[in-house]
Structures are given as structure tokens and as C-alpha cells.
């Protein structure tokens, strides 16, 4: 009988808020720091996050926890995968270095708390706007926004899901 496999090596990528910071410090620099709910990955995902790991030497993703996903406003169903499940799709990816997660409604404390080289998000945010850019620059850091792939959004695919027949 065959002996049960080894987890994956892309579960090591996952990290505790508290354990990030160690392991953040022994990431190639620049360190790109992007966030975001992430439920169901599609390949505006997967092309905006290829686009956030070649700015820099490590991308670190850091994910709103359920109950932070759940303030957003984007259904009381919302996210559909809970926060390890998402954890786990997002560590697989190639360009992911590292995966955490904050439960605030902003990742204004973690990023002062691992200070990234850049901030990267997507590209229906005024950068210059938000708290986050200036905790960044403060340091030294730059912040960006990526365009967004048109035509993929996770609201717009669950809407298409739950119109099939049948469909949750």
C-alpha cells in the first residue's frame, strides 16, 4: 500500500500575521506587497498577480480574512471559499512568494508592519488616495496600480454561476 504523499512544498508559502514579518525578511527584495479577497481565482487574478511578481523579487499576498471579506459588502454568501481554502489556491500559484492575512478592514497595519518595498493594486484605485500609499512612501516605498484584466471579475462570475440552472 502506498504511503500517504507529502503536503505540497506551496503550503510553506502560507504564513500567520505573527510568523510574517521572519519570513518576509528572508525574501529577495524589492518585496511587492499586494491584498485582496481573492475568492474565486480566475485569470484576471492570475494575470494581475504574474504582473505584481515581475515588478519586484518576491510578491507577498496578503488576504482579507472571512470576516473581513464579509465587511466588504459584496454578499452576505461572501467569500465563498473561506480563508484557508483561499490561502491554499493562492500559495499554489507560481508567482506568490509568500500568502498571510489581515482582519481589518484595511491592510494599513500590516503594511506598517512589513513595510514593503511597493505596494501594488489593482488598477480601480486612486493610489495616491489611499492611506496605504502614504505609510509607503513615508519609508521610502513606492506604490502602483496594475490594470485590471478586462472582462474577469469574481462578482461577475459568481452572477453567471448562480444563473445556470442548478448553479449554487
Do not use: C
Amino acid at each position: 500500500m502506498p504511503s500517504d504523499p507529502q503536503p505540497p512544498l506551496f503550503l510553506q508559502k502560507i504564513v500567520s500575521r505573527e510568523e510574517a514579518p521572519r519570513r518576509l525578511a528572508a525574501l529577495p527584495r524589492p518585496i511587492v506587497f499586494t491584498n485582496g479577497v481573492f475568492d474565486v481565482l480566475h485569470r484576471g487574478h492570475a494575470t494581475y498577480l504574474a504582473h505584481a511578481r515581475a515588478l519586484g523579487g518576491s510578491l507577498v499576498v496578503a488576504l482579507n480574512s472571512d470576516a473581513s471579506a464579509r465587511r466588504l459588502g459584496k454578499g452576505p454568501d461572501r467569500p465563498l471559499n473561506n480563508e484557508e481554502d483561499r490561502a491554499v489556491m493562492m500559495a499554489a500559484l507560481e508567482s506568490v512568494s509568500l500568502v498571510t492575512w489581515f482582519d481589518e478592514d484595511t491592510p494599513l497595519e500590516l503594511i506598517t508592519e512589513l513595510r514593503p518595498d511597493l505596494l501594488v493594486k489593482g488598477g480601480d484605485y486612486d493610489m495616491d488616495r489611499l492611506a496605504e500609499t502614504a505609510v509607503v512612501r513615508a519609508y521610502g516605498g513606492d506604490a502602483r496600480a496594475i490594470p485590471f484584466v478586462d472582462g474577469y471579475s469574481t462578482t461577475a462570475l459568481v452572477k453567471k454561476i448562480r444563473a445556470v440552472p442548478g448553479g449554487t
